[in-house]
């Protein structure tokens, strides 16, 4: 990992086995702040009011309502703290370092306390085994600041990826946004049908939250951290309809993980590629098309062109 910390570089490099303890910390830490946002905010379909939001310094809550006002907590991965702000015009800070989860949680539940914010939540992690409760979490305690802005810097080229992917579809769809359960950035799409009643199965996770979020059948793409030697672009469809998997995608890196599930690209044949954004657009569409025709979706009522206003866009003549 030889990138200077702050050289801002397209597709960055950063094989996961070179940051594993730091991604589980952070995994965990993200867990403490994403339960705070989702101990504020009222429910939206699919726990869409739960997740973070990549940003131009990290990962952020955005505003989370609170009595007559509201409050903030951002990752910021170039100066390395999370940022603590109210609409009362006071703001603190916690350092992202080498510290145990207890030691984060203990400090950021101080620094709400100071801003004259209560917040009570579930201190524990989901979707992970062992589920170690946060204030007594002294196992995960690694940070690299430089892994953590590497990281940073691959979710903002699959932000951007998914976000022009998103601009293609006017049915139901999903923020881009990063689920801090499995750790993953998700964008999804959904046909506008009823799905069957999800399973559940997560680790430290009621089936009741599963059933919530697949409650529609949709077709869902993203990213994280594993399933490559460098993370790896993930595409699934729930229900998954007949010949899922065998349906062909693109580009030739692409394949079906029978043990996970979903289809899978791994982010080093991405960054790799002649063309890294050409790349990932035909994996994150062949791979909804895969969903959409084999499940027949009314394709023509959920699409349309992102450019279909091309003589109102700055600079074209009306």
Not at 42 to 47: F, R, S, V
Request: glycine share 10%; net charge negative.
């Amino acid at each position: 990992m030889a990138t200077q910390i702050g050289a801002p570089q397209d597709w960055p490099r950063l094989r996961v086995d070179d940051w594993t303890d730091t991604r589980d910390t952070l995994h965990m830490w993200t867990q403490v702040v994403g339960k705070i946002r989702l101990s504020q905010a009222p429910l939206l379909n699919h726990w869409w009011q739960v997740t973070l939001y990549v940003s131009p310094r990290g990962l952020t809550t955005g505003a989370i309502p609170y009595r007559g006002g509201s409050f903030d907590l951002e990752f910021d991965f170039v100066e390395h703290r999370l940022r603590v702000r109210s609409s009362a015009g006071e703001e603190r800070f916690v350092g992202l370092s080498s510290r145990p989860v207890a030691d984060f949680y203990g400090e950021t539940i101080t620094a709400l306390a100071q801003l004259g914010i209560e917040t009570t939540i579930d201190a524990r992690p989901n979707e992970v085994d062992p589920a170690i409760p946060f204030a007594h979490d002294d196992q995960h305690a690694t940070y690299d600041p430089e892994a953590a802005h590497l990281f940073w810097q691959q979710l903002l080229q699959a932000d951007r990826g998914l976000g022009e992917f998103r601009s293609h579809f006017v049915g139901k769809v999903s923020p881009v946004h990063f689920f801090w359960g499995a750790m993953d950035l998700a964008c999804t799409r959904f046909s506008g049908r009823d799905a069957p009643e999800h399973p559940g199965g997560a680790p430290n996770c009621g089936d009741w939250v599963m059933v919530e979020g697949y409650s529609r059948e949709l077709s869902s793409a993203g990213f994280w951290p594993g399933g490559g030697e460098e993370g790896a672009f993930y595409a699934y469809a729930y229900p998954e309809p007949d010949g899922f998997p065998e349906h062909p995608v693109a580009p030739d890196a692409a394949y079906y993980s029978v043990e996970n599930g979903q289809f899978l690209l791994p982010y080093e044949a991405v960054a790799e590629a002649d063309d890294p954004d050409q790349a990932l657009a035909q994996f994150l569409h062949s791979t909804y098309l895969a969903a959409a025709d084999l499940g027949g979706w009314d394709r023509k009522r959920l699409e349309d062109d992102p450019a279909r206003w091309p003589q109102h866009r700055p600079g074209q003549k009306d």
